[in-house]
């Protein structure tokens, strides 16, 4: 079997082990633990070989997973996707992706109790819409924190780009993307807004934000994720004037499937009072916030807007999308 130089770093709640095969198709995708230091806890991702192995590839994707947190059987459709646009096995990008697990989907999918970095423990009961409790402190989505420790999903992103800056392991690396779906789209649009976002000199990093149940806008009455009331210890030093100047010069391909218009219990639509106020579901609230950026029309610069035809909540449809690999590639 001919191995490309595609590694995909899964975001899928509930990894099982060190070294697992998970993959289908031609693509054996395996379970490793990543060191991201500072006495963090450890994170599994699902990569083709390790991160520390580099990759002579121009481009690198970090893949963040939606809410159930399993990308598994996109995987191999985004990957042959990248593969057959890149043209070369040289030009096919490295694929990255974490996982950030909520105790209840690692129950749930009888995953061990072994120390690894776990959110949401605020959230004491998930009996009604996971987004009408808990506190953005340990939200994965927005950058809380793991395990009441204090490094967060967005130190973990911080981490990983820490370790493409490294010449001698990336040395033709120019692009970065980080790209996500669904609560995936809410982790990178919150990560644009207030994530560190650098690699090093000469590496541009942008943003694929994909679906999400809402949007984060620029209004200081709203509580965080939907504004800019009371963010996470990672980002709550950050003035308003530092992320409006990180929403005007960080590029964000932002899309929506004309038909994910359907809310619970078909998709986990937030439907918290914030939420409602941006939409009736999730393509009215892609729209209206694209309505919303005319107010900012430096923000609004940096954004495009892409609207899947005929699409409803379906991942694996999008990500092959031409105009989204155009993205990836340009």
């Given at each position: 079997m001919k191995r490309l130089t595609i590694v995909a770093l899964l975001v899928a709640v509930g990894a099982s082990g060190v070294a697992l095969a998970v993959a289908a198709d031609t693509v054996?995708?395996?379970?490793?633990?990543f060191d991201a230091g500072k006495d963090a806890p450890k994170l599994f991702y699902d990569a083709y070989r390790p991160i520390e192995s580099g990759s002579s590839a121009e481009v690198a994707i970090v893949l963040i997973h939606g809410w159930g947190g399993h990308v598994r059987t996109l995987l191999p459709i985004f990957t042959k996707a990248l593969s057959a646009r890149a043209g070369s096995e040289e030009r096919t990008p490295y694929v990255i992706a974490?996982?950030?697990p909520r105790r209840k989907t690692i129950a749930?999918?009888?995953?061990?109790?072994?120390?690894?970095?776990v959110?949401?423990?605020s959230w004491s009961s998930e009996a009604r819409h996971p987004d009408q409790m808990g506190s953005a402190s340990d939200d994965w989505r927005g950058g809380g924190d793991a395990n009441g420790t204090s490094f967060s999903s967005y130190d973990y992103?911080?981490?990983?780009?820490?370790?493409?800056?490294?010449?001698?392991?990336?040395?033709?690396?120019?692009?970065?993307v980080l790209a996500g779906f669904s609560a995936g789209g809410q982790f990178a649009g919150r990560y644009a807004a207030t994530g560190k976002g650098i690699v090093r000199d000469g590496v541009k990093v942008v943003y694929i934000a994909m679906s999400p149940s809402t949007e984060f806008r620029f209004d200081p009455d709203q509580p965080w994720l939907y504004g800019l009331k009371g963010r996470p210890r990672y980002s709550a030093a950050l003035t308003d004037d530092e992320i409006m100047k990180n929403l005007c010069s960080r590029r964000v391909w932002r899309g929506c499937g004309s038909l994910d218009?359907?809310?619970?219990?078909k998709t986990s639509l937030d439907m918290t009072p914030p939420a409602v106020a941006q939409g009736a579901n999730r393509y009215e609230r892609f729209r209206n916030f694209e309505?919303?950026?005319?107010?900012?029309?430096?923000w609004k610069k940096q954004v495009s807007f892409h609207v899947f035809e005929g699409i409803a909540h379906k991942e694996d449809l999008c990500y092959p999308d031409p105009a989204l690999l155009d993205f990836v590639f340009e």
């Amino acid at each position: 079997m001919k191995r490309l130089t595609i590694v995909a770093l899964l975001v899928a709640v509930g990894a099982s082990g060190v070294a697992l095969a998970v993959a289908a198709d031609t693509v054996p995708f395996l379970r490793y633990s990543f060191d991201a230091g500072k006495d963090a806890p450890k994170l599994f991702y699902d990569a083709y070989r390790p991160i520390e192995s580099g990759s002579s590839a121009e481009v690198a994707i970090v893949l963040i997973h939606g809410w159930g947190g399993h990308v598994r059987t996109l995987l191999p459709i985004f990957t042959k996707a990248l593969s057959a646009r890149a043209g070369s096995e040289e030009r096919t990008p490295y694929v990255i992706a974490p996982q950030f697990p909520r105790r209840k989907t690692i129950a749930s999918n009888k995953e061990p109790e072994d120390g690894r970095a776990v959110w949401c423990d605020s959230w004491s009961s998930e009996a009604r819409h996971p987004d009408q409790m808990g506190s953005a402190s340990d939200d994965w989505r927005g950058g809380g924190d793991a395990n009441g420790t204090s490094f967060s999903s967005y130190d973990y992103i911080d981490a990983i780009f820490a370790k493409f800056a490294g010449r001698t392991k990336y040395p033709n690396l120019r692009k970065v993307v980080l790209a996500g779906f669904s609560a995936g789209g809410q982790f990178a649009g919150r990560y644009a807004a207030t994530g560190k976002g650098i690699v090093r000199d000469g590496v541009k990093v942008v943003y694929i934000a994909m679906s999400p149940s809402t949007e984060f806008r620029f209004d200081p009455d709203q509580p965080w994720l939907y504004g800019l009331k009371g963010r996470p210890r990672y980002s709550a030093a950050l003035t308003d004037d530092e992320i409006m100047k990180n929403l005007c010069s960080r590029r964000v391909w932002r899309g929506c499937g004309s038909l994910d218009i359907l809310g619970r219990p078909k998709t986990s639509l937030d439907m918290t009072p914030p939420a409602v106020a941006q939409g009736a579901n999730r393509y009215e609230r892609f729209r209206n916030f694209e309505r919303y950026l005319d107010k900012y029309p430096e923000w609004k610069k940096q954004v495009s807007f892409h609207v899947f035809e005929g699409i409803a909540h379906k991942e694996d449809l999008c990500y092959p999308d031409p105009a989204l690999l155009d993205f990836v590639f340009e």
